[in-house]
């Protein structure tokens, strides 16, 4: 049986743009609320978001979705997970490309709660994680940690569900990881449920999509797509902290030489990592200085590169991530304004919680996205914590009640009228 009114403290290691603390309660799921999405054209003159644009998937790509590639049972997993006598495996498993519509293959982790599963089968979380990275080494299923992740997932196993941890396309399998596109991320997370669902046959399928920061857009997304694209599954609602749902104002504030320093950090990986889907881009329109230099140091996921990454962050200058013209700054601000959410109203309530002092995605960033889901006429509760950033952000215990209120069936918290 699934625990009632536990508190667990779920800690991800930190990483740039990875992990937070929260505390989850998890009790039985026993509620859909479900709505509708659809497409809204865009006015003229405005950016054409990628989610709005038309996208073909063949009916075979379509019924191949979530299939098993290759399974692995995980021997040794770590020690959080082991003390669970839990069930692991490292699977590869089929989704789409949100750009294209063509079929991909995508690495993830699934972990089975010990015993056996209650009545209705196990419900799942897919739990999105943090930016780790764009290069396929940065892959959480790669790692016995998960790259810190392991204490988060083990806490919610612990809490008798199935937990798919996605690495999402071109992380941990051949491939280009196509950073902040969020139809593809959101295709990765339904497909990382489907997937669960055929390693472990005993589950159910009512899910909750979870995240936290880039994984915060991921769970938002997968919540949009949720009604059109999650057919044969029954979505609960999506929690997201931190999430990074738009960030069309941080070229303004490169140009104006305003970023923080954890913004200017975070620079070589999202130019390097937009260029999955927009090759065009010229790093070095964007990266001078310190940042220009070794690329290997501010792209690495893990290792001593890592340390030395932090160790140069002393060495960046203001002007080093001021883009070389107005025309790289529209064009980067276009691309984000592309990829930011909402695009479509959402599937199920939405929970919603950034930090005042977040230095990274600015809480004002986050507010936005919410007044526009709010007009979109989406259900959302949204809390912004004072005192608390992007690495220190504590929603857990308001996490904790909203997670058991969708679980019994309570009416949902909607503040959009304070937003």
């Known amino acids: 049986m699934l625990g009632f009114n536990k508190e667990i403290t779920v800690i991800a290691r930190s990483k740039p743009l990875r992990a937070l603390v929260a505390i989850l309660v998890v009790g039985l799921v026993c509620a859909l609320l479900q709505g509708c999405a659809t497409n809204e ?6 950016s054409t978001a990628a989610g709005s644009r038309p996208l073909e998937i063949s009916p075979e790509v379509k019924g ?3 299939s098993i590639v290759e399974t692995q049972p995980v021997e040794n997993p770590s020690q959080p997970l082991a003390d669970l006598k839990s069930r692991q495996y490292k699977v590869v498993y089929r989704s789409v490309s949100g750009v294209d519509g063509s079929g991909r293959e995508v690495s ?6 010990a015993g056996a599963p209650p009545a209705g089968g196990w419900p799942i979380i897919a739990y999105g994680h943090g930016m780790t990275g764009i290069g396929n080494e940065c892959g959480p299923s790669g790692y016995p940690d998960l790259l810190g992740y392991d204490l988060v997932v083990a806490s919610l196993v612990s809490l008798g569900y199935v937990v798919t941890l996605p690495d999402y396309e071109g992380l941990g399998y051949p491939g280009a990881h196509p950073l902040l596109e969020p139809r593809t991320a959101a295709f990765n997370m339904i497909d990382a449920v489907r997937a669960a669902r055929n390693v472990v046959p005993a589950t159910s399928t009512k899910w909750f999509a979870v995240g936290i920061s880039q994984g915060g857009q991921a769970s938002w997304a997968a919540n949009e797509y949720a009604g059109e694209y999650g057919d044969g599954l029954d979505l609960l609602g999506s929690a997201s902290m931190a999430p990074v749902v738009d960030m069309s104002k941080f070229a303004s504030l490169a140009e104006s030489g305003w970023l923080s320093k954890e913004q200017q950090v975070l620079m070589p990986m999202l130019v390097h990592g937009l260029r999955a889907t927009h090759p065009e881009l010229n790093p070095a329109d964007y990266l001078g200085g310190a940042l220009a230099k070794n690329t290997d140091t501010w792209l690495a996921c893990t290792g001593p590169l890592v340390q030395q990454r932090l160790a140069g962050a002393d060495q960046i200058r203001e002007s080093d991530t001021v883009p070389v013209s107005k025309e790289a700054a529209a064009k980067l601000e276009r691309i984000f304004a592309d990829y930011s959410l909402p695009q479509r109203p959402a599937t199920a309530p939405m929970l919603v919680i950034t930090g005042a002092d977040d230095e990274t995605v600015r809480a004002q960033w986050v507010r936005s996205a919410v007044e526009k889901a709010c007009e979109m006429g989406d259900v959302v509760e949204f809390t912004v914590r004072s005192g608390e950033g ?7 215990p308001r996490l904790s009640g909203w997670l058991t209120e969708r679980m019994k069936g309570a009416a949902p918290v909607d503040n959009c009228n304070e937003v």
Do not use: E
Not at 41 to 46: E, K, L, R, S, T
Not at 108 to 113: F, K, R, W
Not at 390 to 396: A, E, P
């Open 41 to 46: 054209a865009p006015q003229q003159g405005q």
């Open 64 to 66: 191949r979705r979530g």
């Open 108 to 113: 993830g982790t699934v972990v089975v709660p």
């Open 390 to 396: 992007h690495t220190n952000l504590n929603g857990g």
